[in-house]
T-cell receptor, first 113, second 114 residues
Framework: GENVEQHPSTLSVQEGDSAVIKCTYS??????FPWYKQELGKGPQLIID?????GEKKDQRIAVTLNKTAKHFSLHITETQPEDSAVYFC????????????FGAGTTVTVRA | GAVVSQHPSRVICKSGTSVKIECRSL??????MFWYRQFPKQSLMLMAT?????????EQGVEKDKFLINHASLTLSTLTVTSAHPEDSSFYIC??????????FGSGTQLSVL
């Protein structure tokens, strides 16, 4: 099945700096790549997503880039704030599993004030 | 996006009892909902797909007789953990498949089996 690899597993940044999380996928048929933010004890929240027909998408301080050839996509958070501290998950849909999402292992982001 | 309500948020039960978790889609008629399980500091593991009006489909390794799913309406899916044991203790999260394949999650249920 689809293997979505996510790096790094933990990331500590100074407030105001940028944070970048990278994911790779294996299914060339994957065409939808969402990112989720999960705070402790809560369900994941969809923060941004991208489809395979575009290479980049931006929403205020958050951006996602997609390289279909290399099969990797990244989340970029600029001007980080303490409230950005959370666990972030990338995901990709999987053709062999009826296009259900397969999730990365998660990245714990800590923004130091 | 879809607003998903999940209850209870936390439940503690004795070993051998059954626990029901409800997942409601408040503003979207959901023909498809998903149930996930998450262990501490781990990723989301898909357990089953809940289909309105038909039987749920379970992922490999998930016992369908252990985790009963009912999706009787377009707004409600329930997960019942039958004869719960300590190893069933986990964070259970439901999700709704909304427009354009977007997945929206409930707030999760922390199950602790004593």
């Amino acid at each position: 099945g689809e293997n979505v690899e996510q790096h790094p597993s933990t990331l500590s940044v100074q407030e105001g700096d940028s944070a970048v999380i990278k994911c790779t996928y294996s299914d060339s048929a994957s065409n939808y790549f969402p990112w989720y933010k999960q705070e402790l004890g809560k369900g994941p929240q969809l923060i941004i997503d991208i489809r395979s027909n575009v290479g980049e998408k931006k929403d205020q301080r958050i951006a996602v880039t997609l390289n279909k050839t290399a099969k990797h996509f990244s989340l970029h958070i600029t001007e980080t704030q303490p409230e950005d501290s959370a666990v972030y998950f990338c995901a990709a849909n999987v053709r062999s599993n009826d296009y259900k999402l397969s999730f990365g292992a998660g990245t714990t982001v800590t923004v130091r004030a | 996006g879809a607003v998903v309500s999940q209850h209870p948020s936390r439940v503690i039960c004795k070993s051998g009892t059954s626990v029901k978790i409800e997942c409601r889609s408040l503003d979207f008629q959901a023909t498809t909902m998903f149930w996930y399980r998450q262990f501490p500091k781990q990723s989301l593991m898909l357990m089953a797909t809940s289909n309105e009006g038909s039987k749920a489909t379970y992922e490999q390794g998930v016992e369908k007789d252990k985790f009963l799913i009912n999706h009787a309406s377009l707004t409600l899916s329930t997960l019942t953990v039958t004869s719960a044991h300590p190893e069933d203790s986990s964070f259970y999260i439901c999700s709704v498949k909304g427009f354009n394949e977007k997945l929206f999650f409930g707030s999760g249920t922390q199950l602790s089996v004593l």
